[in-house]
């Protein structure tokens, strides 16, 4: 539910199909924040296994490429002209195991965005902001962040293949463990 967009209603629209009480928006939040804890527990779990399985592999077969695929999205399609999301997300999946090595998530927040555009102090609110720069510049953040991550994890990353986002590759270009390739694929 956090990061699919659905909210009290569409959960209310599903719980009275399958003909089940409502729940109302204070309790939906509540056990949201308690299950979402939990999500983030198992999700760096299971990239740490990812990532352990990289580094395995690459050492039992004598490889020296590590290769890795990175995408990321805003959760509010830009158009080009206008990049507002409120959040952002980067997946880095690996070469030989095809699982999420690392994982990233921006947000920004709108009760705090909306005390600032009023000029008022923001409401009582439980904020989980943690980017302030553009929706554009999420991607290319959240894909250096997830880089730098594996590198701490022990995981020399030598190739990165991702679509043609622009501003993402010319900011991994231009990291310092970085040397640049040709096409949409970043030798580093």
Request: charged share 25%; proline share 2%.
């Amino acid at each position: 539910m956090i990061n699919a967009g659905v909210g009290e209603q569409e959960i209310n629209n599903i719980l009275a199909y399958m003909n089940l009480p409502f729940v109302n928006k204070k309790k939906l939040k509540n056990r949201e924040r308690n299950i979402g804890k939990s999500f983030e527990v198992v999700a760096a779990q299971s990239c740490s296994r990812a990532v352990e399985y990289e580094i395995r592999n690459s050492k039992e077969t004598d490889e020296q490429w590590v290769e890795v695929s990175a995408d990321g999205g805003w959760q509010k399609r830009g158009t080009g002209h206008s990049n507002n999301s409120l959040s952002g997300h980067v997946t880095i999946v690996g070469k030989s195991s095809r699982k999420c090595s690392s994982f990233g998530v921006a947000k920004k927040c709108r009760f705090c965005k909306n005390a600032i555009r009023r000029k008022v102090p923001a409401t009582k609110h439980k904020c989980g902001k943690n980017w302030t720069g553009s929706s554009k510049a999420m991607g290319a953040f959240l894909t250096l962040k997830c880089l730098q991550d594996l590198k701490r994890k022990g995981l020399e990353v030598n190739a990165l293949t991702m679509d043609d986002d622009t501003s993402t590759y010319t900011r991994v270009k231009r990291c310092p463990f970085s040397v640049p390739s040709k096409n949409n694929t970043i030798m580093i």
